[in-house]
């Protein structure tokens, strides 16, 4: 399904949303992104997998997905789904307290009757305040996400994660933990009690890659991270993810990302 409002935001719009309906719109693979996401269904269920954990949501309820989370969303066979995706960049965001928040605040929202009725209208005003275009359209948008983040933040809790996890989500938070090192498919099949068919079976069937993809796609999110967030070069980077050498760590960069870790590097500093 095209993603309008990503689109939106790969051309420089700051603030972005959407209206879809579908039925087997399933996402094939987790993914991330640089800016801000917020996931409200609007009719029937949607699950959600969110690094290592999956949540059920309910209509009216959301999802808040921070820059740089790994995810993706799908559905029963069969079942027509209805949601509003909205997209921002931390700078639409006003004032540091509400940044901070932000931060930290990925997952599941499940907000009261009336809080829902407050949530849906400002993101139906968003909708149709981005086909407006008018005088102080950027003013207007920027108001109405501010206002439906601090309804979020003051009204609604964060719900818990998820505590039953199978297997193969016990896998994925090895893996979390320990992507920096090498690991052998030998490794995780006798840890965890497990046939080699089996866990390549089932890891695929879950997570739509292979546990070597799945472990470059970790390694590049973390180097992604560290050149945000730290002044170590590129071949401490590579190093401190687990690569062998510079070369492979361009390598599997460019795979992932599309760019080469240098060019990463002009767009965020």
């Not at 998820?162 to 920096?180: G, V």
Request: net charge positive; proline share 2%; glycine share 4%.
């Amino acid at each position: 399904m095209l993603d309008r409002a990503g689109i939106l935001i790969s051309q420089g719009h700051s603030i972005a949303c959407e209206r879809v309906e579908g039925v087997n719109d399933n996402m094939s693979r987790s993914h991330y992104h640089d800016y801000y996401e917020i996931y409200f269904l609007e009719r029937e269920k949607r699950c959600h997998i969110m690094n290592n954990e999956i949540y059920e949501m309910n209509a009216g309820e959301l999802m808040l997905f921070a820059p740089y989370v790994m995810h993706h969303s799908y559905s029963s066979k069969d079942v027509p789904f209805k949601r509003i995706v909205l997209y921002f960049n931390e700078d639409s965001i006003y004032g540091d307290s509400l940044k901070d928040m932000l931060k930290n605040k990925s997952g599941l929202y499940r907000p009261n009757a009336k809080t829902v009725t407050i949530l849906h209208n400002y993101l139906k005003e968003l909708l149709r305040e981005q086909q407006t275009e008018g005088p102080l359209h950027e003013a207007s948008m920027h108001s109405l996400l501010n206002c439906l983040l601090i309804t979020i933040m003051r009204s609604v809790t964060l719900s818990e994660k998820p505590e039953n996890k199978n297997r193969i989500a016990k896998i994925i938070d090895y893996l979390e933990q320990n992507y920096m090192k090498e690991i052998h498919l030998s490794d995780l099949t006798s840890r965890f009690y497990i046939s080699e068919f089996y866990l390549c079976r089932e890891f695929k069937k879950y997570t739509n890659r292979t546990i070597v993809q799945y472990i470059n796609a970790t390694r590049i999110l973390n180097a992604q991270r560290q050149i945000m967030e730290t002044d170590y070069n590129l071949t401490t980077i590579a190093s401190n993810m687990g690569f062998s050498s510079l070369t492979h760590f361009n390598r599997i960069f460019k795979g992932v990302t599309k760019m080469s870790p240098s060019e990463f590097c002009k767009t965020v500093k």
